[in-house]
C-alpha cells in the first residue's frame, strides 16, 4: 500500500486539495492518503519534509496558491525552491502544484484554474506512482496543467 | 510539554514578540516559551536553528521587519531561504512572519500592522502545534495575516 | 558496464530523449541507458537523484524545455539549481540540457533547435564519462550546444 | 575561552577588520580573535566554515565591501547565502557585516561608513556571545550599523 | 605536497587555465595541478566536487567565461551558488575565476582580461595555499583581479 502526501494552505483561495482526492480516488486504489494543512506557501517544504519522515509518505503533492502581488511572487519562488530542496533530501518525487491568482480575472475562473490544474496534477502524481510508463510514452508531448496541452512541435505526420 | 522558540530582531522597529508572546498566552496552555534576540533577519536562521538544536524547541516563529530599501527585500529573500533550510533540515516548522515598513505609509500604523500579523501569527503557529485540524477546517479560505482575510474564491451558496 | 541516466519530461514539446538517446547509441559503446520521464523541469532534480540513487546511473542527462512566460523563467532558475544542488550531493555529473522555447520563433525551428541541443550534449555526457581528455584538448575553444561554436577568441595564427 | 572568528576581504577598500578588532578589545575579555584573510566576498563562507571547524570559533564576523557594479550585488547575495548556508549547518552565528561602496559618495565618507559599520557589529557579535540579554532588551528598537538607528516606530509614552 | 585542482570549461572563449597554470608554476613549487575540463560553467561545481573527493585537491580554481546573453547571467548566478555549496560542504577553498565576454568589446580584450584575471587568482590561490599572511597584509587594500586595483579609500597618509 503506497502512501500519497498532500500538503495544501488556509492561504489559497480554492480547496485545491478537495479536487485533487477526488481525482486520486477516480484514478485507481492501492494507496492511502495522508493530508497536512499549514497557513502558507513557504510552510509547504517542512510540511512535506514531515509527511514523508514522520507519515511515511512515498510521493508528495504540495498544493498553493501565491497572491496577486510582486512579493507573492518571491514567496513562491522561494517556496518552490524547498520543495525542491526536500525532494532531493528525501530522494523523493514533490509534485508542486500552483495556482497564481494573478493566471486570471475572477473568482470562478480561479476555482476553475485550481480544479483543472490540481486534478492534472493529481493525475501525474498517481502516474509516478503508479504507471511510469504513461509519462514515457508522452515524453516530449508538449502536456500542460490547468490549460490546454501545447502539443508536440512536430505533429505526426 | 511542547516548546515553541521565538527568534527576534533589535533592527526591527516593533516589538513583534511582544504581541506574539500575548497572543500564544491567550491561545491556550501546555507549551514553554524560549526566546532569542539577534541583530538582524538574517540572523534568524541560525537563532531558530539553536533554538530547535541547543533548547529543544517544537516549532519557532520567526519575527523580522525588513527595511524600506530595496537592498532589504533581498536581505528578507535570503532570510526566507535560510528559513526555509533549517527548518527543512531541522523537519520542524518555523512561522515565518515579516512585516515590511514599505507595506504602510506611518508609525502608527506599522505599529499596528506588526501588532495583527505577528498575533495572527502567533495563533497559526499555536495551532500548528495543538490543534493541526482548525488549519485542515479552513484549507483553501483565503485565510491573510495582519490584512483582513481574502475569503475562497467560491463562497458557500 | 556505465550506466547513463537520462530524465525528460511530459512537458516539452520535442522528444528531446529520443535524440539523446540516438547520438548516445551512435558514439560507442560500453553502457546502459536508464529513463525517467517525469512532468516538468521541476521534477528533474529527483528523478536524476533516483536515477543515481535507485538505478545506479554515473551521469545523468537532464531535458527540458522551459515555456515561453516570464515564469517558466523562473521555473527553469529553479530546476538548474536542483539539478546543481543533486549532482554536488551525488558526487556524480548532471548534463543540463534546457531548450527555451523562446530561443525560436517557429515549431519546425524548435525541434530543429532540440534534435542539435539534445544531440551535442550527449555527445559531450558520452565524453564526460569515456573519453574525458576530448573535452580537455577543446578547453577554451568557444564551443556551443544547439547553435554554432562561438570559437576562441585568439584564432590559431 | 571563547573564539571570534574574523573573515574579510582584499578587495574591500577599508581595513574593515581593524575597526572590528578594536572594538572587540575595548567591549571586553573572554575570548580570542582568530583570522583569515580572503580575496573576495564569495570567500568568505569556505573562511567561516574553517574557522569554525578547524579553529574552533564560536563565532564568525564576515566583514566584506561589494563593488559599484551591478554585479557586485549579485556577489554579495551569493556570498550572503553562503554565509547563512554555513552558519545553519555549523549552528553557530556568523555576523555579516557588508559595506556597499555605492551606499556613499566619497572615499572618506566609505572609510568613515566602514569603520562604524564594522565597530557596531562588531559590539553586536560580542553581545550575542557574552551579553545576549543587552539584546533581548534592545528587540524592535529599530537599531542600524554604520547609519544613525531607526528606532521604535512608537516611542514611549 | 599540496594538490591544486583546476576545473575549466570547453564554453569559454579562452584557455584560462593555461594562463592560470603559467602562474601557477612562476609562483612556486610544493603542489601538483589536478585538473578537469568540463562543456560548461554549470558542471564546474560537480568537477570541482570530484577534484576535492577523488582527487584530494586541497583547492581549486573554477575558471568559465559566461556569453553575453541576459541567460547567460542567470547561468553564471547558479554556477557561483553552486561552487560556494560545494565549497562550504567540502571545507574548502574554490577560488571562482569568471570572465563575462561582455565585459570588453573586442576578441583580443577578452583574451588579455582573461589572461590577467585567470593568472591574478591563479596567485591568490597560491597565497592562500601557500602564503596567508600575504593575504592578510593586504587586506583592505582594495585589489582587483583583471583590471587596476581600486586601491584603499584611505590612502597612507
Chains 1, 2, 3, 4, 5 share one sequence.
Not at 492501492?30 to 517544504?45: E, I, N
Not at 509527511?51 to 510521493?59: E, K, N, R
Not at 496541452?149 to 512536430?154: I, L, M, N, S, W
Request: glycine share 10%; with cysteine; aromatic share 8%.
Amino acid at each position: 500500500m503506497k502512501r500519497i502526501g498532500v500538503a495544501d494552505t488556509t492561504f489559497a483561495r480554492v480547496d485545491l486539495a478537495r479536487y485533487a482526492l477526488r481525482e486520486l480516488a477516480a484514478a485507481g486504489t492501492g494507496f492511502r492518503v495522508l493530508r497536512r494543512t499549514v497557513p502558507g506557501l513557504k510552510d509547504l517544504p517542512v510540511a512535506c519534509r514531515q509527511l514523508f519522515g514522520q507519515d511515511g509518505a512515498d510521493l508528495c503533492l504540495a498544493l498553493g496558491m501565491p497572491g496577486k502581488a510582486e512579493y507573492d511572487r518571491t514567496c513562491a519562488h522561494e517556496a518552490s525552491l524547498g520543495l525542491l530542496f526536500t525532494a532531493v533530501l528525501e530522494r523523493k518525487p514533490i509534485v508542486e502544484c500552483f495556482v497564481f491568482e494573478s493566471e486570471v480575472g475572477s473568482d470562478d475562473a480561479l476555482e476553475e484554474l485550481g480544479r483543472r490544474r490540481a486534478s492534472e496534477h493529481a493525475r501525474n502524481a498517481y502516474a509516478m506512482l503508479f504507471r511510469p510508463n504513461d509519462l514515457a510514452r508522452r515524453a516530449g508531448a508538449g502536456l500542460r496543467q490547468g490549460f490546454p496541452d501545447a502539443g508536440p512541435a512536430r505533429r505526426a505526420r
